[in-house]
């Protein structure tokens, strides 16, 4: 396969040469994001190194740095899978941060519900409702995406806000699902039979982060190894192509959307049923833009999801370490995740438009031999 | 009607206009004279469009000189053709379909109060022109609500708003219902009469008889002549159009006693993209053992045709039959139905795929390739390559992203595909388009493989020889409709060529 490495998998950089990539393509992004960002750090005043060696003894020196770093990689994780998930059929799901509230909300409704079911039963059903809630949220654009040809773009972005609005709902008395006489607009406590189950005594480390690596498991070996992972991905490249091979691309684009929109449920589940364990106000905070930022980076790679997801949860959970080391504040890693997406998005354009510009020296060539009417 | 003057409106004088490994145009002379609408012929490649784009400073000429009113120019762009009074009706309409007809026919010209957009101005001429003109168009309609027979009008008046002095019509006729023709045709003539030159590209012989004084024929890139095509007879414009030797030779034929009818077409009728009638009552009937070549200029419904017989568009009346079994949706069973589709990267390929998966395309999801639910890619790896063997499929490997082949080799992986499910029926459209020769010659003994095995071929493609030579029988279609019908022993090619070009007498010759 050496002589198959393709040319569009190779990046050219001036006085570098070529770099064979895929896997390399955001490793090289997020490099010089760190780059830039020391910039920043040093116009602060700070060493760039002893302050990225605070982040990194904060995001993984330790057991309960580890357990920081796993325990906010989680939502990102399934939500950043949501979006991927999605990709691989064409669509972009912008609506994770609507279906974490919509799905933490559904998994919030029966997490208070003293349902006369074991415990285990309860927990399961609780987590169920996270993904039901979500891909009901989904079932919106997906209808109007396959149906009547809406863009699932703007959809899902505009029912963001609905569903925000609707959790703030629930949250508020006279809601049956609000706190009585609560300072703080807020659900009681979940029932701890629906709680997830902590992994490590004395951190918040809950089973979120298995069920994300469990999830891309099973989305990983769906989308390899199924006929309907073949028929995603034919949606997904050619939707023509698609139709031609007698797939109903309608019926795959509204299964796919579903599914997505699952995944950000199981997200809001996730913050719910394990961290917060009341529903909140705005308990998502941006968790599922930041979703999508993780998809991009990843290329939607199933597997690459789950790297960079930890990658986005090791900043977070290091940048308080770093806080009291350096003196840097805290949104510098918002500047670096940033930084990073929009080194993946420029190192992808401009190949694209590398290959572009070959693609079209290609058609010249080959439009004169069949010099239409 | 006679404008004829001294000095033409346009004279392009040899012109000569190479690609990498085609002749386009070889020394062309063209003509038209002022108050002229000057006819032009001929079939796909004949060199037709490239003339005009060199014309309009899309394309520079290699050797030539265009005169325009006995002055010598330099067409370098095609503004620079608009400054000389040059206006072209394109065959894909050039608006901008959310914008109104007024803001679309100012597009381009020099605001009247700059820098405002002063509208005020154009909309009176707007109005004053669709008056003098007998045109209904209103000016504040955006262009996507207009029918496109009134998109082609807007067109016109465009040229009209610049006061063109030689006009282009692309095949204007191929987007409107015969009575809207019959209208244009009038407004061509009118155009002439005020002194214009018109050159009317068609392929449509009554057309040229009733709207041009000359027509100039092309075949190749060559002038073949200019002819009045009241006086030329019919099989004598097609003789000039289309004959020349048929350079492939004609294959070994095997007869088959037992014949079954594997393709029934009744009644059939369907609409095209625009909504426009494609097909029109059609009757077709292919047996087994035979290679049914279907010729016919391009967008006289061949591709509706296949898309109907494939299952991927809806028809609007009739019934079709493939081997006894009615279709109704897209046809799943590739045992019935093999299809190599007109365009592969758009509908055949799923170019980001390695050859493997596009080999088993449609097929992935059956026993043994797929087993208790999961895909059984060591199985499918283990075929492709005997499928690549078989098919002489030039590729590093069947991982391989599809992207990466020749057009040939790309197409070859669509036709093995196709082949290799054995089907009764194998449905092909243009399937040599862009090939080389080693390409076209690998997919033609593909094609008798079917027939030699007991299949039926329905073999649609506007290369006039690769049909007589494949063929059978061949049948010719114009405007959605079966022309002819001519068992291939017989078939002449001129013949041929005056059904391409709807003129019905040519069937009635035969016994």
Not at chain 1, 88 to 114: D, H, R
Not at chain 2, 323 to 336: A, F, Q, R
Not at chain 2, 458 to 466: A, N, Q, R, Y
Request: charged share 20%; hydrophobic share 45%; net charge neutral.
């Amino acid at each position: 396969m050496s002589d198959n490495v393709k040319k569009r998998d190779i990046l050219v950089i001036p006085g570098l040469g070529g770099m064979v990539l895929s896997g390399a393509r955001p490793l090289l992004a997020i490099l010089l994001a760190f780059t830039v960002s020391a910039i920043m750090i040093i116009a602060q005043g700070a060493n760039p190194f002893e302050a990225y060696w605070a982040m990194l003894r904060g995001s993984f020196g330790s057991v309960a740095a580890l357990a920081n770093t796993c325990v906010r990689a989680a939502p990102l994780l399934l939500g950043g899978l949501g979006v991927a998930f999605g990709f691989k059929a064409g669509l972009l799901n912008v609506g994770v941060e609507g279906q974490i509230y919509v799905g933490g909300s559904a998994a919030a409704a029966v997490g208070l519900m003293p349902l006369p079911v074991p415990p285990w039963l309860h927990l399961i059903l609780a987590i169920f409702a996270g993904f039901l809630g979500g891909a009901a949220w989904g079932l919106i654009p997906a209808y109007l995406k396959a149906y009547r040809g809406i863009s699932e773009i703007v959809v899902t972005l505009m029912l963001n806000y609905v569903a925000i609005q609707f959790t703030s709902l629930l949250v508020h008395e006279p809601s049956p699902l609000a706190e009585q006489g609560a300072f703080f607009p807020q659900s009681p406590p979940i029932l701890p039979s629906a709680q997830l189950p902590i992994l490590i005594k004395g951190t918040s480390l809950h089973i979120g982060i298995i069920i994300g690596v469990v999830a891309a498991l099973i989305l990983y070996l769906l989308l390899q190894y199924t006929p309907f992972g073949m028929r995603t991905r034919m949606t997904g490249q050619n939707p023509e192509a698609a139709r031609y091979a007698g797939i109903n691309v309608r019926r795959q684009i509204v299964i796919v959307l579903l599914v997505s929109a699952g995944m950000g449920g199981l997200a809001g589940m996730g913050e719910v049923l394990g961290l917060k364990l009341r529903l909140y106000d705005y308990f998502s905070g941006g968790l599922g833009y930041d979703s999508i930022a993780v998809a991009l980076i990843a290329n939607s790679n199933i597997i690459g999801v789950v790297l960079s997801a930890f990658f986005f949860g090791a900043l977070r959970a290091g940048a308080g370490k770093m806080e009291t080391a350096v003196g840097i504040k805290t949104p510098i890693v918002q500047v670096i995740q940033a930084l990073a997406v929009l080194f993946v998005i420029m190192i992808g354009f401009a190949e694209y438009t590398r290959a572009a510009r070959k693609e079209k020296q290609q058609k010249q060539l080959e439009e004169v031999s069949v010099d239409g009417p | 009607m006679d404008h004829t003057s001294e000095v033409s409106a346009l004279k392009m004088v040899g012109i000569t206009k190479r690609f990498p490994g085609v002749l386009a145009n070889d020394q062309i002379n063209f003509e038209v004279k002022a108050g002229e609408v000057h006819g032009l012929l001929g079939e796909n490649g004949a060199g037709k469009t490239t003339l005009m784009k060199i014309l309009y400073g899309l394309h520079q000429p290699d050797e030539g000189e265009i005169h325009l009113n006995g002055e010598k120019v330099k067409i370098l762009s095609p503004r620079a053709a608009a400054d000389l009074g040059i206006g072209m009706v394109h065959q894909h309409f050039m608006l901008v379909e959310n914008l109104t007809a007024l803001e679309n026919v100012v597009l381009g010209l020099p605001a009247a109060h700059p820098p405002l957009l002063d509208l005020e101005p154009a909309r009176l001429r707007f109005k004053e022109l669709t008056r003098e003109y007998d045109l209904r168009l209103d000016p504040s309609t955006p262009v996507w609500q207009l029918p496109v027979g009134d998109q082609q009008w807007l067109e016109i008046l465009k040229l009209l708003f610049r006061d063109a002095r030689l006009v282009i019509l692309d095949e204007p006729t191929a987007v409107l219902a015969p009575k809207q023709a019959k209208q244009l045709f009038q407004t061509v003539r009118r155009l002439a009469a005020e002194g214009r030159a018109i050159v009317f590209i068609s392929h449509k012989l009554e057309e040229m008889k009733e709207v041009a004084e000359r027509v100039t024929v092309l075949r190749d890139g060559h002038v073949v002549g200019t002819v009045d095509p009241k006086v030329a007879k019919p099989s004598e414009l097609a003789q000039m159009m289309v004959g020349r030797d048929v350079f492939l030779s004609r294959r070994e034929r095997k007869t088959y006693p037992e014949k079954r009818d594997l393709l029934v077409i009744e009644g059939l009728s369907c609409l095209n993209d625009r909504k426009l009638p494609a097909l029109n009552n059609l009757n077709l009937t292919v047996k087994s053992g035979e290679i049914v070549g279907v010729a016919g200029v391009d967008g006289n419904g061949q591709r509706e045709l296949a898309e109907c017989i494939s299952g991927l568009r809806q028809f609007t009346s009739g019934s079709i039959l493939i081997n006894g079994i009615p279709v109704d949706g897209v046809v799943k069973d590739n045992s019935l139905l093999g299809y190599v589709p007109e365009d592969r990267h758009k509908t055949g390929l799923v170019l980001n795929f390695t050859v493997e998966e596009n080999l088993f395309l449609k097929t992935f999801a059956k026993f043994p390739y797929t087993k208790r639910g999961f895909i059984q890619w060591r199985e499918i790896r283990k075929k492709a390559e005997a499928i690549i063997r078989e098919f002489e499929i030039r590729t590093p490997g069947s991982s391989v992203t599809t992207y990466h082949l020749s057009g040939g080799n790309q197409q070859k992986v669509v036709v093995a595909r196709e082949l290799s499910s054995d089907p009764a029926l194998m449905l092909t459209s243009q399937p040599t388009r862009g090939l080389d020769l080693g390409a076209v010659e690998s997919v033609h003994k593909m094609l008798l493989s079917v027939r030699n095995r007991g299949g039926a071929v329905l073999f649609i493609s506007t290369e006039l020889p690769e049909v007589m030579a494949l063929s059978d029988r061949i049948i010719v279609m114009f405007k959605g409709q079966i022309m002819g019908d001519l068992v291939a022993e017989d078939a002449d090619v001129n013949r041929i060529g005056e059904l391409m070009l709807g003129h019905q007498e040519a069937m009635k010759t035969i016994p």
